[in-house]
């Protein structure tokens, strides 16, 4: 289990305890800095002869604009780049565990949203919500253009909109935004809700039908247009290789 922070994290591990009898391991990293994801992979490697599920669940809205440790703008380098350069350097390890899956958490925030990988990392119409959709976006992108990398070789990407739930993640999205999130959050649904497709995604007892969809619910659901677009998301997995370093 991985989290940013020591604190909030080892708290996570003893509900797990609790709930589920079994304490997981932990591990920390910071996903605003991609050398930090990588220390965390190699972490990951030495300790886990298999990795049979990854979900990559990490995100955030920020309420204003900044850079990772990188200079890349905070939203895209948490919410995407930090999640698929922890996939390709764990790849290698799950495919030596087919059957494995890679389940990566979208949002239909990505509606709307418009992408143009080559200012993704500087964008020029910055706001919190439209850098936030914008990453969503790259979500369904990036997990699309996974499953068709992995077709036949056993590992299922996949990636799913968990439902409007009442996290912390909205809190500080700034202005109006954050305090229509306020208002909303006590009649929305609980984290264990939002957990549910993530999980369904992970036990499925067939995940091949899920290869590269979008699942809302236990349904496969269509994205919008840009989110299908695959010569969007071959150009997407260019840039990010490039911002990466792989």
């Known amino acids: 289990m991985v989290g940013r922070d020591r604190t909030r994290t080892e708290a996570a591990r003893r509900l797990v305890a609790q709930r589920s009898g079994q304490t997981p391991d932990i591990a920390l990293a910071d996903f605003g800095s991609l050398s930090a994801v990588r220390r965390l992979a190699g972490e990951l490697l030495a300790q886990c002869p298999r990795i049979d ?3 990559n669940n990490a995100g ?5 604009r900044e850079n990772s440790a990188d200079g890349i703008e905070l939203t895209l380098a948490v919410n995407h780049l930090a999640s698929f350069l922890l996939t390709n350097l764990l790849l290698d390890r799950l495919k030596a565990s087919v059957p494995a899956r890679i389940v990566t ?11 143009d990988p080559a ?11 439209s850098a936030y959709g914008r ?4 979500n369904i992108l990036f997990a699309r253009a996974l499953a068709r990398r992995l ?3 056993g590992v299922v990407a996949s990636c799913l909109h968990p439902g409007l739930i009442g996290t912390q993640i909205g809190d500080r999205a700034g202005g109006f935004a954050s305090l229509g999130w306020r208002i909303a959050k006590p009649f929305l649904k609980r984290p264990s809700s939002g957990a549910a497709t993530s999980l369904f995604l992970a036990t499925v007892p067939d995940p091949a039908p899920y290869a590269g969809a979008y699942v809302v619910g236990k349904a496969i659901a269509e994205p919008d247009p840009a989110a299908r677009d ?3 998301g071959e150009r997407l997995w260019t840039e990010s290789a490039r911002l990466t370093g792989l």
């Open 53 to 55: 599920v990854l979900v």
């Open 60 to 64: 955030l809205i920020s309420p204003r």
């Open 105 to 115: 958490v979208a949002s239909v925030a990505h509606k709307g949203a418009r992408l």
């Open 119 to 129: 200012k993704m990392a500087d964008p020029p119409d910055w706001t919190p919500l």
């Open 135 to 138: 990453s969503k976006l790259c």
């Open 151 to 153: 077709d036949g070789t």
């Open 230 to 232: 695959d010569r969007l």
